[in-house]
């Protein structure tokens, strides 16, 4: 019986001995697994990209809106009285503050867009007029200067905090904090500028935005839509994510009793991001699986090449064959060694491929600006589901090479 050692040696000499045809026998295998590898870290890429832009929204966090929730994930106004878009309000605020448990913040918001002028240059950014407890519930934090205080906010100053954005294009070049800009027919004074946070999973700027007192924003910017205590959205932070479904409950039931309204006739909307999170994971994760499933097929068909070029072996080594069974040799010997061969091969493209996959993913994410992500177990898998290609399609030519009669063998020209 041959030795481990001596069965490697002889497939090694084997697969040396015609090296083009090795390398072209294990091309479909290093396709497949470069496709595989390259696919599934694109997806998971895109995964995570879509987690980490929704979670920069804040974490924790239920946005309740005005309007009632569509069949197709949208928000619409609802008619009757109190059921526009005014429904939510400073007392809707207070009251889930005052009477929902296991809340850390609740913050009240007032959205506007009006034009910002300063130094010759104009923006048109998103306004929002907010209470300082923004900043905690957005996970938001102070790039330069501060935030405005709880005093500024109840006296209405005029004074902003500029998203990372708006302060490129208004001051471009210049330090903003100090500075002054003019929006809706005032002058406001600069105090902050807001930290980066990019785009968010919606295709939103979240920088593209300018913080303002929330009576400020209500009294000289909204307007009309501006005036009561109505409110454009509240922002609601839990404690942490455990409890977040049930505040969500809670939050419903408090609104429907200060609304007078019966669940499925709500006239506001509460959005847990949580909730959007875990849907658009498990969108990528499919379209994820797909990539890779399809990917997968080149694999098959490198496992199709590898019993081919087996079979051709067997024929071509049939003298061999019947001389090592002439000397000794035996069946499991010839199994074995045919068998290693195919696996050998198999395994040695899926290494190269591999590595070719690596470089073409990070090729792709870098091209589409995401995170680079390979998971070390699916790196394995890819391995070892190519050697698991060269068992399965090596199976077939070693049976018949180990078949093989001695003596027909060695007749055979």
């Given amino acids: 019986m041959m030795r481990t050692s001596d069965l490697i040696a002889s497939a090694a000499r084997a697969l040396r001995s015609n090296p083009l045809r090795s390398a072209l026998t294990a091309l479909g295998v290093i396709i497949g697994v470069a496709s595989v590898v390259a696919m599934v870290a694109l997806g998971s890429g895109a995964q995570a990209q879509v987690e980490r832009s929704i979670a920069s929204l804040g ?22 009285a109190g059921g526009g878009w005014d429904a939510l309000t400073l ?12 809340v850390a913040v609740v913050a009240p918001s007032q959205r506007a867009r009006t034009q910002v002028i300063a130094g010759g240059l104009n923006w048109n950014p998103q306004v929002e007029g907010v209470t300082p407890a923004y ?15 709880e005093t500024e906010e109840r006296q209405a100053r005029r004074v902003i905090v500029l998203g990372a954005t708006v302060a490129n294009e208004l001051f471009p070049n210049v330090d903003p904090v100090g500075q002054t800009a003019r929006m809706a027919g005032g002058a406001y004074e600069v105090i902050g500028v807001l930290e980066s946070k990019g785009q968010s999973g919606f295709g939103m700027d979240q920088d593209d935005i300018v913080l303002a007192p ?63 999170t875990q849907t658009a994971a498990q969108t990528t994760q499919v379209f994820t699986y797909l990539l890779g499933g399809i990917s997968a097929v080149s694999l098959l068909v490198g496992g199709i090449g ?47 491929g591999l590595t070719i996959g690596v470089a ?3 090729l792709m994410t870098s091209l589409f600006n995401l995170p680079l992500v390979i998971s070390p177990l699916n790196a394995g898998m890819a391995i070892a589901f190519s050697g698991a290609v060269g068992v399965v399609f090596g199976a077939y030519p070693a049976w018949r090479a180990a078949r093989l009669d001695p003596i027909e063998a060695l007749r055979r020209e």
């Fill in 91 to 102: 007392g809707d605020a207070e009251a889930i503050a005052a009477q929902v448990e296991n």
């Fill in 214 to 276: 929330l009576t400020t924003v209500k009294r000289r910017v909204s307007g009309r839509r501006g005036r009561g205590d109505s409110v454009s959205q509240i922002s609601v932070k839990a404690v942490n994510e455990g409890v977040l479904s049930a505040v969500q409950q809670d939050v419903e039931t408090l609104l429907r009793q200060r609304h007078r309204t019966r669940e499925g006739e709500d006239d506001f909307t509460v959005q847990n991001l949580s909730s959007i």
């Fill in 306 to 352: 590898i019993m081919n070029i087996m079979l051709v072996s067997v024929t071509e080594r049939t003298r061999e064959i019947g001389l090592r069974k002439a000397l000794g040799a035996r069946q499991s010997d010839i199994l074995h060694q045919f068998g290693l061969e195919a696996v050998t091969l198999s395994v040695a493209g899926g290494i190269i």
């Fill in 360 to 362: 073409g993913a990070w």
């Fill in 135 to 149: 900043l905690e519930a957005r996970d938001w934090r102070i790039a330069q200067g501060r935030m405005f205080d």
């Fill in 59 to 80: 974490s924790n966090l239920l946005i309740v809106v005005p309007g009632a929730q569509r069949s197709g994930g949208g928000v619409r106004a609802q008619a009757g």
